[in-house]
């Protein structure tokens, strides 16, 4: 490296760029830098664009359609890692294990070029026709697509939930697509309506329903497809689909499992048979044993004879009941928990490998036995730590080739035992960092959360080549749509290192430990790219969105820390563990003592303390200081402006103009699936600070759409859901459509969502970068939620200073749609108030807080309780309702730190409110169209993304609908909304209407009220941005569907021990389902069995309540008894009911004696429980136990009397009539009929 820095001292304070390793096999330890990645590859014919900085390689064995090869190189030298070249350093180690069955170019010779380095390929000795990757000539099989399946039902996974993201809508979406492409009819099932795939048009029959056998059944019988593949819906579609052949309903509807079969599927889910499989083909498992009982339990502990132990339950999700037990009373607790998430009470208590390293490879069978490795992916975590929760890399950097082929050639040999005929399979591997040794962990049998970061990683759709192969074709039939020459037997190779990140929520669940073991509890994750690690990690790490613009230059809390708490966070796995990671070394501790510590690989510990030195040498200097290489050279290490500026002491904007002043800007790579060998069609982009740049920008007219970042609670699916269709409208509108997001999991960052998509952070800086190259007509900032709305200003101030013009040559690049400003306006607490004064609109007494006095003398003002809440947030975080000073105080003290930097609003609470939901759409001339109006079920202070809601209202009166449309429309006139708005209101038991919040954007509602109206809001949103009216789209008026739809939340609990499952202003929900009928109760009733809320028949209804709402509880009491059910309550509400002249039995409350409340429900005795939160200590006490307690044994838990009124109304319903299907198509196609018959 060059500069006035770079020499001496400083040198070495400034470490080279490390190579990427892109074959696994580059290193195994930090001493071992100057070993060369294997290479493997069919054939290639590759020039890479810059010269090879040591002109030296090692060529090593090739396998090439079947047959071994060999490479001989222009010299045997070994090729250092460490070399330093003042030349930006380019990839040059190429992962491609085989293009399998296809002939190299001219037969015989292969010619390979990386720069000025050439090698000759020489043909050896056919390998034997029953080798794992025979060519398909061997096989004798004439693969093809079936023409005996006509019509193919699809499972979905329902509702997002913490192990089971939105990457089964990608790969969902992914299915029916190429399921339709291949002339097939598509019925799907799924709960979920914040899903592209429960799009209209995306199957040719949508069923949201609840995903149950009963259900389910009821499709199959309307519907009689020929098949089902059950491999899209992760846990939840494996779990129904055997569910379903189990019951023989398959054989009654001859209907066939296609991508994976039922013994296939036990094979892998079944702890006990996937043990015997391995031990079958000579694979190791861990020491372990299968209980379905907890004496058996008991019994294989003796047997291993010592903690730690590892529990795994069979058929479930997410490691959801599983864990680490330390002792024997750990171990007690998990195994009953585990034995009850179980669905054939099976668990698997094996001997614990922590600090084992953990790997896990793609894998892709076709019908004709042939098999490829998509990609690998290493766990920087060790064993001990849910691989959701674990930051990964790929391809996996620290194995040698022989564990590699290890790994690889097990793989195959496994996915051939179970029996997965054709499809997408995730095998698990842990290896003994010390000699090698490899055990298998577990393999999932369908498309997976790994595999959809595989596909992002690769470019290689997995999920569509799994459905395809579902139906016939072979891997060579299937088109690589990226490089549109090669087929999908070619094994994706990448020259670049991809880091996926999670990230969590353990702030929004008080009482929970933040510690991560097997039992996965992440809600999201970001992923990046780069052509280093270091590069990826830095760039992974500011995509989370935590408050961190990378790893280090920064002030990190953790640097306050004594040695003692930094170690232990060092040794226990938590989210912030980097973080101690990054003070530890920072002050001084040995890379010995964190890889001790951590149990991380000393690989991943020397690339850290290369980021660590690269921090010193800037702490050293000054801006003006650096030279142009200096620059190239941290920025390749992922360091952003940001940081740079924190050690140079400057500003961003200082470091951004110095940077571009030398010229350093970022180039863009391609993601092409085989490391430039052929050119990609498709571009698949992300950043790196390298000579060539592969972007290629045209001068269409185009928008730049910001998507949502990684899922966190309050801000998910929902999100990416309009960003996808804003893409779609704009697309076929003729725009050239520019699609930057960071999260793997999402159909937005599918290839072919969007005509260009950035992999990129969401920051000031990454997105100017964007803008920069491409220069957009448009910039969508509307749909993402909080992340591109945080954005809007700083853009918005980078566009007014630099004034670029759009490629297009039509004037300047804008932001679309609502301003920047106008979107403050609504933010800032003062300026909405002076609006809302303006319009003549009530709200809620209250005002701005700048110290815990203020807050103090507002409550005394407006009178307890009160909501209180930090300015500008989302999902309600860190919001409370108190009802004194005392807890006002505590609030101030604890939940937030007040001061004139960051006010807290305090607002009058207002008991009993219905709240409502708006969401709204105006176009650039003012006119204003109500999209829907949701009723919330359970009474305003409950989130409204945690409260169940339904359209169209059922109890407003039609004066308060007339005031809230109003309302809607003067202010979305006032703010200059141009595209979506959502407002939220409370409607007192008077009947006053006050607003409580309006958000110029699009919110979670959209998807759900879109589906329920039949129109797609958030398309009509984008065009209308794009300067279409509504009277272009013929929107014009309110819909007001004749069915109801009832959107409900589903919520997390049972991932964090120890919370309480009271619902409040703070947002906890994860996801959502949605129930459709022709009447209120039956579409609630199939929106709680789609949430997993098992409504009971007959039985028992505990009820405890406190003394405010006893008198609210008597009717719902009566309801259920008249219905046949058996009521059972505590003192108090035994003695207020028993007035009422409801006959009940009494039970006693936990700390009152035995048998108490807590038995019964363990016995079974408790079908539904209706429990609020009580007056005093013991009471509370005893109602956040009991509630968990319900949690734990699936018992129903209603914590609000709306709630209890409507479960009263669905189980009515329930018992008066079955519950029917229809598809989402027929109730449209029913209401036309309906309303024609009217006219």
Same mark, same amino acid.
């Given at each position: 490296?060059?500069?006035?820095?770079?020499?001496?001292?400083?040198?070495?304070?400034?470490?080279?760029?490390?190579?990427?390793?892109?074959?696994?096999?580059?290193?195994?330890?930090?001493?071992?830098?100057?070993?060369?990645?294997?290479?493997?590859?069919?054939?290639?014919?590759?020039?890479?664009?810059?010269?090879?900085?040591?002109?030296?390689?090692?060529?090593?064995?090739?396998?090439?359609?079947?047959?071994?090869?060999?490479?001989?190189?222009?010299?045997?030298?070994?090729?250092?890692?460490?070399?330093?070249?003042?030349?930006?350093?380019?990839?040059?180690?190429?992962?491609?294990?085989?293009?399998?069955?296809?002939?190299?170019?001219?037969?015989?010779?292969?010619?390979?070029?990386?720069?000025?380095?050439?090698?000759?390929?020489?043909?050896?000795?056919?390998?034997?026709?029953?080798?794992?990757?025979?060519?398909?000539?061997?096989?004798?099989?004439?693969?093809?697509?079936?023409?005996?399946?006509?019509?193919?039902?699809?499972?979905?996974?329902?509702?997002?939930?913490?192990?089971?993201?939105?990457? @089964?809508?990608?790969? /969902? +979406?992914?299915?029916?697509? %190429?399921?339709?492409? $291949?002339?097939? !009819?598509? *019925?799907?099932?799924?709960?979920?309506?914040?899903?592209?795939?429960?799009?209209?048009?995306?199957?040719?029959?949508?069923?949201?329903?609840?995903?149950?056998?009963?259900?389910?059944?009821?499709?199959?019988?309307?519907?009689?497809?020929?098949?089902?593949?059950?491999?899209?819906?992760?846990?939840?579609?494996?779990?129904?689909?055997?569910?379903?052949?189990?019951?023989?309903?398959?054989?009654?509807?001859?209907?066939?499992?296609?991508?994976?079969?039922?013994?296939?599927?036990?094979?892998?889910?079944?702890?006990?048979?996937?043990?015997?499989?391995?031990?079958?083909?000579?694979?190791?498992?861990?020491?372990?044993?299968?209980?379905?009982?907890?004496?058996?339990?008991?019994?294989?502990?003796?047997?291993?004879?010592?903690?730690?132990?590892?529990?795994?339950?069979? @058929?479930?999700?997410? /490691? +959801?009941?599983?864990?680490? %037990?330390?002792?024997? $009373?750990?171990? !007690?607790? *998990?195994?009953?928990?585990?034995?009850?998430?179980?669905?054939?009470?099976?668990?698997?208590?094996?001997?614990?490998?922590?600090?084992?390293?953990?790997?896990?490879?793609?894998?892709?069978?076709?019908?004709?036995?042939?098999?490829?490795?998509?990609?690998?992916?290493?766990?920087?975590?060790?064993?001990?730590?849910?691989?959701?929760?674990?930051?990964?890399?790929?391809?996996?950097?620290?194995?040698?080739?022989?564990?590699?082929?290890?790994?690889?050639?097990?793989?195959?040999?496994?996915?051939?035992?179970?029996?997965?005929?054709?499809?997408?399979?995730?095998?698990?591997?842990?290896?003994?960092?010390?000699?090698?040794?490899?055990?298998?962990?577990?393999?999932?049998?369908?498309?997976?959360?790994?595999?959809?970061?595989?596909?992002?990683?690769?470019?290689?759709?997995?999920?569509?080549?799994?459905?395809?192969?579902?139906?016939?074709?072979?891997?060579?039939?299937?088109?690589?749509?990226?490089?549109?020459?090669?087929?999908?037997?070619?094994?994706?190779?990448?020259?670049?290192?991809?880091?996926?990140?999670?990230?969590?929520?353990?702030?929004?669940?008080?009482?929970?430990?933040?510690?991560?073991?097997?039992?996965?509890?992440?809600?999201?994750?970001?992923?990046?790219?780069?052509?280093?690690?270091?590069?990826?990690?830095?760039?992974?790490?500011?995509?989370?969105?935590?408050?961190?613009?990378?790893?280090?230059?920064?002030?990190?809390?953790?640097?306050?820390?004594?040695?003692?708490?930094?170690?232990?966070?060092?040794?226990?796995?938590?989210?912030?563990?980097?973080?101690?990671?990054?003070?530890?070394?920072?002050?001084?501790?040995?890379?010995?003592?964190?890889?001790?510590?951590?149990?991380?690989?000393?690989?991943?510990?020397?690339?850290?303390?290369?980021?660590?030195?690269?921090?010193?040498?800037?702490?050293?200097?000054?801006?003006?200081?650096?030279?142009?290489?200096?620059?190239?050279?941290?920025?390749?290490?992922?360091?952003?402006?940001?940081?740079?500026?924190?050690?140079?002491?400057?500003?961003?904007?200082?470091?951004?103009?110095?940077?571009?002043?030398?010229?350093?800007?970022?180039?863009?790579?391609?993601?092409?699936?085989?490391?430039?060998?052929?050119?990609?069609?498709?571009?698949?982009?992300?950043?790196?600070?390298?000579?060539?740049?592969?972007?290629?920008?045209?001068?269409?007219?185009?928008?730049?759409?910001?998507?949502?970042?990684?899922?966190?609670?309050?801000?998910?699916?929902?999100?990416?859901?309009?960003?996808?269709?804003?893409?779609?409208?704009?697309?076929?509108?003729?725009?050239?459509?520019?699609?930057?997001?960071?999260?793997?999991?999402?159909?937005?960052?599918?290839?072919?969502?969007?005509?260009?998509?950035?992999?990129?952070?969401?920051?000031?800086?990454?997105?100017?970068?964007?803008?920069?190259?491409?220069?957009?007509?448009?910039?969508?900032?509307?749909?993402?939620?909080?992340?591109?709305?945080?954005?809007?200003?700083?853009?918005?101030?980078?566009?007014?200073?630099?004034?670029?013009?759009?490629?297009?040559?039509?004037?300047?690049?804008?932001?679309?749609?609502?301003?920047?400003?106008?979107?403050?306006?609504?933010?800032?607490?003062?300026?909405?108030?002076?609006?809302?004064?303006?319009?003549?609109?009530?709200?809620?007494?209250?005002?701005?807080?700048?110290?815990?006095?203020?807050?103090?003398?507002?409550?005394?003002?407006?009178?307890?309780?009160?909501?209180?809440?930090?300015?500008?947030?989302?999902?309600?975080?860190?919001?409370?309702?108190?009802?004194?000073?005392?807890?006002?105080?505590?609030?101030?003290?604890?939940?937030?730190?007040?001061?004139?930097?960051?006010?807290?609003?305090?607002?009058?609470?207002?008991?009993?409110?219905?709240?409502?939901?708006?969401?709204?759409?105006?176009?650039?001339?003012?006119?204003?169209?109500?999209?829907?109006?949701?009723?919330?079920?359970?009474?305003?202070?409950?989130?409204?993304?945690?409260?169940?809601?339904?359209?169209?209202?059922?109890?407003?009166?039609?004066?308060?609908?007339?005031?809230?449309?109003?309302?809607?429309?003067?202010?979305?006139?006032?703010?200059?909304?141009?595209?979506?708005?959502?407002?939220?209101?409370?409607?007192?038991?008077?009947?006053?209407?006050?607003?409580?919040?309006?958000?110029?954007?699009?919110?979670?509602?959209?998807?759900?009220?879109?589906?329920?109206?039949?129109?797609?809001?958030?398309?009509?949103?984008?065009?209308?941005?794009?300067?279409?009216?509504?009277?272009?789209?013929?929107?014009?008026?309110?819909?007001?569907?004749?069915?109801?739809?009832?959107?409900?939340?589903?919520?997390?609990?049972?991932?964090?021990?120890?919370?309480?499952?009271?619902?409040?202003?703070?947002?906890?929900?994860?996801?959502?389902?949605?129930?459709?009928?022709?009447?209120?109760?039956?579409?609630?009733?199939?929106?709680?069995?789609?949430?997993?809320?098992?409504?009971?028949?007959?039985?028992?209804?505990?009820?405890?309540?406190?003394?405010?709402?006893?008198?609210?509880?008597?009717?719902?009491?009566?309801?259920?008894?008249?219905?046949?059910?058996?009521?059972?309550?505590?003192?108090?509400?035994?003695?207020?009911?028993?007035?009422?002249?409801?006959?009940?039995?009494?039970?006693?409350?936990?700390?009152?004696?035995?048998?108490?409340?807590?038995?019964?429900?363990?016995?079974?005795?408790?079908?539904?429980?209706?429990?609020?939160?009580?007056?005093?200590?013991?009471?509370?006490?005893?109602?956040?136990?009991?509630?968990?307690?319900?949690?734990?044994?699936?018992?129903?838990?209603?914590?609000?009397?709306?709630?209890?009124?409507?479960?009263?109304?669905?189980?009515?319903?329930?018992?008066?009539?079955?519950?029917?299907?229809?598809?989402?198509?027929?109730?449209?196609?029913?209401?036309?009929?309906?309303?024609?018959?009217?006219?």
């Amino acid at each position: 490296m060059e500069g006035v820095r770079m020499r001496g001292a400083v040198a070495a304070a400034m470490p080279a760029v490390e190579v990427a390793s892109t074959s696994a096999g580059a290193r195994k330890h930090a001493s071992r830098r100057a070993r060369v990645a294997p290479l493997q590859s069919a054939f290639l014919s590759t020039t890479v664009p810059l010269p090879c900085p040591s002109k030296t390689c090692i060529f090593p064995t090739l396998r090439c359609a079947g047959r071994a090869v060999s490479v001989s190189a222009a010299s045997g030298d070994s090729y250092s890692n460490s070399r330093r070249t003042s030349e930006p350093v380019p990839e040059v180690y190429f992962y491609s294990p085989g293009a399998l069955g296809q002939t190299p170019p001219g037969g015989k010779r292969i010619k390979w070029e990386i720069g000025s380095v050439a090698g000759e390929v020489k043909e050896m000795a056919p390998s034997s026709p029953d080798a794992p990757f025979a060519s398909w000539s061997n096989l004798g099989f004439n693969g093809g697509k079936r023409k005996d399946l006509k019509k193919i039902l699809v499972l979905g996974a329902g509702p997002i939930v913490i192990g089971q993201a939105c990457e @089964f809508d990608y790969s /969902g +979406t992914q299915a029916c697509k %190429a399921l339709k492409e $291949e002339g097939y !009819e598509v *019925i799907l099932i799924n709960s979920n309506p914040a899903t592209i795939m429960t799009d209209p048009e995306t199957a040719d029959r949508t069923y949201i329903t609840p995903m149950t056998p009963e259900l389910v059944e009821k499709v199959l019988e309307k519907e009689r497809p020929d098949a089902i593949l059950p491999t899209m819906g992760g846990q939840t579609a494996l779990n129904l689909a055997c569910a379903l052949a189990k019951s023989g309903v398959l054989d009654k509807y001859n209907v066939e499992l296609i991508g994976a079969k039922l013994d296939a599927i036990e094979k892998a889910e079944d702890r006990e048979l996937f043990k015997k499989a391995m031990a079958k083909i000579g694979i190791n498992s861990p020491p372990s044993g299968i209980a379905h009982t907890m004496d058996q339990c008991f019994e294989i502990a003796e047997r291993i004879g010592e903690f730690p132990l590892i529990i795994r339950p069979a @058929f479930t999700l997410g /490691g +959801t009941g599983g864990g680490i %037990a330390y002792n024997k $009373e750990e171990f !007690e607790t *998990i195994c009953k928990a585990g034995l009850s998430a179980s669905i054939n009470s099976q668990v698997l208590v094996e001997k614990s490998l922590l600090g084992w390293k953990e790997y896990e490879l793609e894998v892709m069978r076709d019908l004709a036995d042939n098999v490829v490795i998509i990609c690998s992916i290493e766990n920087i975590d060790s064993m001990g730590v849910h691989t959701g929760d674990s930051i990964t890399v790929a391809p996996a950097q620290t194995l040698t080739d022989k564990e590699y082929q290890r790994l690889r050639d097990q793989s195959v040999a496994i996915i051939r035992e179970i029996g997965v005929e054709c499809g997408g399979s995730n095998v698990q591997f842990a290896v003994n960092p010390k000699n090698g040794e490899v055990m298998i962990i577990e393999m999932n049998p369908r498309v997976s959360r790994s595999s959809a970061l595989a596909s992002k990683a690769t470019g290689f759709p997995i999920a569509k080549m799994a459905a395809k192969l579902s139906v016939g074709f072979t891997l060579d039939q299937i088109p690589n749509d990226i490089t549109r020459k090669t087929p999908a037997s070619f094994e994706p190779s990448i020259d670049y290192v991809v880091t996926k990140i999670p990230r969590f929520a353990f702030e929004k669940f008080p009482g929970s430990q933040p510690i991560l073991t097997t039992q996965m509890k992440s809600v999201g994750e970001a992923m990046a790219m780069g052509r280093t690690f270091q590069e990826s990690f830095q760039k992974a790490m500011r995509s989370l969105e935590t408050g961190h613009s990378g790893w280090g230059c920064e002030k990190v809390k953790e640097l306050e820390w004594d040695w003692d708490k930094i170690k232990y966070n060092l040794r226990v796995p938590n989210p912030e563990r980097m973080y101690s990671l990054y003070a530890a070394m920072k002050r001084g501790m040995t890379q010995d003592e964190i890889c001790d510590l951590t149990l991380i690989d000393p690989w991943f510990i020397s690339q850290l303390g290369e980021l660590l030195e690269t921090e010193n040498f800037l702490e050293s200097v000054k801006l003006s200081d650096l030279s142009k290489d200096d620059l190239y050279e941290v920025k390749r290490r992922g360091f952003s402006d940001k940081q740079i500026a924190y050690a140079t002491k400057s500003t961003e904007l200082e470091v951004r103009a110095y940077r571009l002043q030398h010229g350093v800007k970022p180039a863009y790579k391609r993601v092409d699936t085989c490391a430039a060998e052929f050119e990609a069609n498709t571009p698949y982009l992300y950043s790196s600070y390298d000579a060539e740049c592969e972007s290629a920008p045209t001068t269409r007219k185009k928008v730049l759409i910001l998507g949502g970042g990684p899922n966190r609670i309050g801000q998910g699916i929902e999100f990416d859901y309009c960003c996808c269709h804003a893409a779609f409208s704009l697309g076929d509108a003729g725009y050239e459509t520019i699609m930057m997001n960071s999260n793997p999991e999402t159909v937005s960052t599918d290839y072919d969502t969007s005509d260009r998509l950035y992999f990129e952070p969401l920051t000031a800086e990454d997105v100017c970068n964007v803008i920069d190259l491409e220069r957009p007509d448009g910039i969508i900032v509307q749909f993402g939620g909080q992340t591109p709305l945080k954005l809007a200003v700083p853009i918005q101030e980078y566009l007014e200073k630099f004034q670029p013009d759009a490629a297009s040559g039509e004037g300047k690049v804008k932001i679309w749609g609502t301003t920047p400003d106008s979107i403050d306006a609504a933010e800032d607490r003062k300026r909405f108030d002076a609006i809302l004064n303006e319009l003549e609109i009530k709200s809620p007494s209250g005002g701005i807080a700048k110290s815990e006095d203020d807050a103090l003398a507002i409550a005394k003002r407006v009178g307890y309780p009160v909501v209180v809440r930090p300015s500008y947030v989302l999902g309600g975080r860190a919001m409370e309702i108190v009802y004194n000073d005392e807890k006002l105080k505590t609030y101030l003290e604890t939940a937030v730190e007040v001061d004139p930097e960051r006010p807290v609003l305090v607002d009058k609470y207002l008991i009993d409110a219905t709240e409502i939901d708006v969401d709204s759409l105006t176009d650039a001339e003012g006119h204003v169209v109500i999209g829907g109006i949701m009723e919330h079920i359970e009474q305003a202070g409950v989130h409204s993304g945690d409260s169940a809601c339904t359209l169209p209202s059922q109890n407003l009166g039609s004066e308060a609908l007339e005031k809230i449309r109003d309302y809607t429309t003067k202010l979305a006139r006032r703010l200059g909304v141009v595209g979506l708005m959502n407002c939220q209101y409370a409607i007192t038991l008077e009947g006053e209407v006050y607003i409580i919040e309006a958000n110029p954007r699009a919110s979670r509602t959209v998807p759900f009220v879109s589906k329920a109206i039949g129109h797609p809001l958030a398309k009509y949103a984008a065009l209308v941005m794009s300067g279409k009216s509504l009277a272009d789209l013929n929107f014009t008026e309110e819909v007001i569907p004749r069915h109801v739809s009832v959107k409900e939340a589903v919520l997390p609990f049972d991932k964090f021990q120890g919370c309480d499952v009271l619902l409040g202003p703070e947002m906890r929900s994860t996801g959502e389902v949605m129930g459709i009928d022709f009447n209120f109760d039956k579409a609630f009733a199939k929106a709680q069995i789609a949430a997993n809320q098992r409504l009971p028949l007959t039985g028992t209804v505990f009820i405890s309540m406190n003394d405010m709402l006893k008198e609210k509880v008597v009717p719902i009491a009566k309801g259920f008894q008249d219905l046949g059910f058996k009521i059972l309550c505590t003192d108090g509400t035994a003695n207020y009911l028993g007035k009422a002249g409801i006959e009940v039995e009494r039970v006693l409350k936990l700390h009152e004696g035995r048998p108490h409340a807590a038995d019964l429900l363990a016995n079974g005795d408790i079908q539904l429980m209706i429990i609020t939160s009580s007056g005093d200590a013991l009471d509370q006490i005893d109602g956040r136990q009991l509630r968990r307690l319900a949690l734990g044994y699936k018992v129903p838990i209603i914590t609000t009397i709306a709630g209890a009124v409507a479960t009263l109304q669905a189980v009515t319903g329930l018992k008066g009539s079955p519950v029917e299907m229809m598809a989402l198509q027929d109730f449209f196609v029913q209401e036309k009929k309906v309303v024609a018959e009217a006219n």
